[in-house]
């Protein structure tokens, strides 16, 4: 049976949530355990479970801080939403390989998530907006 919108909603609003908090069990507890984890263009190429997706989660926490990401669109179908945000924080580490001096960065992001029955996220594919961050984090 295919998920609601207000079922899809709320399990992103949750994952961006733990993000926001830097909670890696949390953001781990909305994927399925056999998660394809896949941010475009990391050199892992997509992961697989929670194992493969915490390494990327507990890198992104020590490199971006004070994060917040604003919805400013969503598209739905049978089981899977497209996400169209706008994160914004600070860069104290070196998120994707920049260096970021603790500066203010934000970038558009785009998530094609797809869901399981139960609810959980069985996908995540994210586009990052990698042309922003270089021009916010110039070398």
């Known amino acids: ?4 919108r207000a079922q899809m909603d709320r399990k992103m609003d949750e994952h961006f949530g733990f993000e926001a908090r830097d909670d890696v069990e949390g953001v781990l507890a909305t ?3 056999d998660v394809e984890h896949d941010i475009v263009g990391a050199p892992t190429g997509p992961t697989r479970g929670h194992a493969g ?3 990327f989660y507990e890198a992104l926490f020590n ?4 994060s917040s990401v ?3 669109r969503r598209l739905y179908g049978d089981n899977f939403m497209v996400d169209e945000s706008m994160w914004r924080g600070r860069a104290p580490g070196r998120p994707f390989g920049l260096e970021g001096r603790d500066r ?3 970038f558009r992001l785009l998530h ?5 029955d139960a609810g959980d996220i069985r996908r995540e594919n994210v586009w990052l907006d990698l042309a922003a961050i270089i ?5």
């Open 70 to 72: 604003e919805c400013t």
């Open 135 to 139: 021009r916010q984090l110039p070398q």
């Open 1 to 4: 049976m295919a998920l609601t």
């Open 31 to 33: 994927l399925s355990p």
């Open 112 to 116: 094609v998530v797809e869901f399981t």
């Open 104 to 106: 203010p960065l934000e």
């Open 63 to 66: 490199d971006l801080s004070d």
């Open 53 to 55: 997706a915490r390494p």
